[in-house]
């Protein structure tokens, strides 16, 4: 990714076009569990189909580029991390740090862009990316240092939802350097461990971005960025690759 990007935006690109599509396997689980895998994938352009293999293991998750298995879950990994989660488990601190597992089929699906919808048009669309989100909040928190960069579009969210405020005050309480930001429609009191960036115009508002950085070359870091495209809608990306999440700091750092 090269230095200088105008906007958050130009790093939800297409790169080389993978031909990617789920496949459930010798599925046991009821018709709604499939139907609900459809939903969670519809707005990634990515199939969804259903396969009966000879000797292999019932009710598996595969992810496909083209006739190859790039990586397999369990579905009952995904029913447990997101076909049956709902995203209040998150908001509530239900869903707490240390209890994320991030599923290989979703992990997989890295520097991959894709489009979702939030509710009513789709009760489930948005999930990964709040599954995504949490995940990154506990890498930041399981490594202890570095620094963890998160937009809300509004900065009430930490005080409307208790979970939310709750993973933020107790990464913060690490060595982690964490920098918060959004519209400044509440701020959070003094006692709030970590940097507010406030503002009321364009990625402020339009943004959502977790972004987890540090110089350790041993560690994992990740990096989530959407755009509000619309009514409830967005377009993403999440990747794994440390010059992208360098290039996506740097951004953050000089233009929040």
Do not use: C
């Amino acid at each position: 990714m090269p230095d200088g990007p105008d906007s958050l935006a130009a790093f939800i690109e297409r790169g080389p076009v993978r031909d990617l599509s789920i496949a459930v396997v010798n599925r046991t689980r009821p018709q709604p569990i499939q139907e609900m895998v459809e939903e969670t994938f519809g707005g990634r352009s990515i199939g969804v189909d259903e396969l009966d293999v000879p000797d292999a293991e019932a009710d598996q998750v595969v992810l496909l580029d083209g006739d190859d298995v790039v990586a397999t879950s369990p579905l009952a990994v995904l029913e447990d991390e997101i076909l049956l989660v709902n995203s209040d488990l998150y908001m509530t601190g239900a869903k707490a740090l240390g209890d994320v597992t991030l599923p290989d089929v979703f992990a997989n699906l890295d520097e991959t862009p894709f489009r979702v919808r939030g509710y009513p048009a789709s009760g489930s669309e948005k999930l990964p990316l709040i599954m995504i989100s949490r995940h990154i909040e506990q890498l930041a928190w399981e490594h202890g240092s570095g620094r963890l960069r998160s937009s809300f579009q509004r900065l009430s969210r930490l005080d409307d939802e208790r979970g939310t405020r709750t993973v933020y005050e107790t990464v913060g309480n690490t060595d982690v350097d964490v920098h918060v930001y959004g519209v400044p429609d509440w701020l959070p009191p003094e006692s709030f461990p970590g940097v507010v960036h406030a503002g009321y115009d364009g990625e402020f508002r339009t943004s959502w971005f977790v972004v987890f950085h540090t110089e350790d070359p041993t560690a994992e870091t990740a990096a989530l960025v959407a755009e509000h495209i619309g009514d409830n809608e967005w377009d993403a990306l999440w990747t794994f690759d440390d010059d992208r999440i360098r290039t996506i700091n740097r951004y953050i750092e000089r233009t929040l």
